[in-house]
């Protein structure tokens, strides 16, 4: 049976169209989790890869990263996001993307930011242009203020909606902070998810709502349980490259509150592209490991997507601890 098969068996009706559930059913696992491999990054791979001078990495080099990562990595993942500018192409002519891992593509132009004009989009790409290029999600990101009034990113939001809503694909929209202080996460966080999900989006990407300098856990669970009460979506979290072990502690209080998985790049493939391991064969394993444990705890812990969208009595009971290694 295939995975489309397996999350409709049983249901009928719900909120998405049949476009959207076959996207997010390519983008997750049998059971309706997201575990995805992020390696839209460019700026940030940059600075990765060579940060006394991110500038001199070419977009061949990123190319070939990008690449690599997803044959190394891919297998374990339940989708990948990647650019449309240097990596969409060149992983796709590597046929390294297993038909296992649906392809999520970040459409937002990731050098531009700003809270006081419209997000956009990279020059000559939209929905259907992702649509033509076998994108099963779309995903785009920007900044976002919820304490000030916000209408260029609520219109810049609304009209991807229409236009994932005319093509039929499902949006994965990441709204990011502007404000570092920890007394300020919380309340950014949850109030972007209720706004923004508010606006038609499919999925929520979003920042872990307590600051990782807050070690209270208990607090972590009532942040994130307040997350899931708020949100009109499904949420998964980012990673943001927060360090590994700190990621896996977040994920799985997410997860055990809510969350329907995650999306995350650094925290999993930082090490392996930095050269911190001095064996690149060691490198590889660990990237692997680590992919590996975070798609356990999602698995295990995550709610489905399913039963954010329908009324079906879709089971959300935490499999034994014993699947996670």
Known sequence: MSRLSDLSNGQSGGLLSAGKRRGLAATSSSRGVFSILAIDHLAALSATLQPDNPDSVRPRKLAAVKVNLVEWLASRASGILIDPIVGLEPVAEAAVRPDSCGLMIGLEDGDYASLTEAPKLFAGWDVLRAKN??????????????????PPAHEFVAALVDDCNEHDLPLFVEPLSPHPLPGDRRTVVVDAAERIGALGVDVLK???????????????????????AVSPRPWTLLS??????????????????GASGYVAGRSIWGDLVSGGFDDGLKARGEAERRLGLL???????????????????????????????
């Open 133 to 150: 290029s076998r994108a099963d999600a779309i995903k785009c990101s920007f900044l976002y203020d919820p304490y000030v009034d916000s």
């Open 206 to 228: 979003l920042e872990f709502p307590v600051d990782a300098a807050e070690t209270d856990e208990g607090l972590w669970r009532a942040a994130c349980e307040e997350l899931t």
């Open 240 to 257: 943001g490259g927060t360090d590994f072990d700190t990621f896996v502690r977040q994920l799985t209080v997410a997860c055990q509150s």
């Open 295 to 325: 798609s356990d705890i999602s698995e295990a812990y995550a709610r489905s997507w399913i039963s954010w969208f329908e009324s079906s009595g879709e089971s959300t009971s935490t499999p034994p601890e014993s699947r996670i290694h």
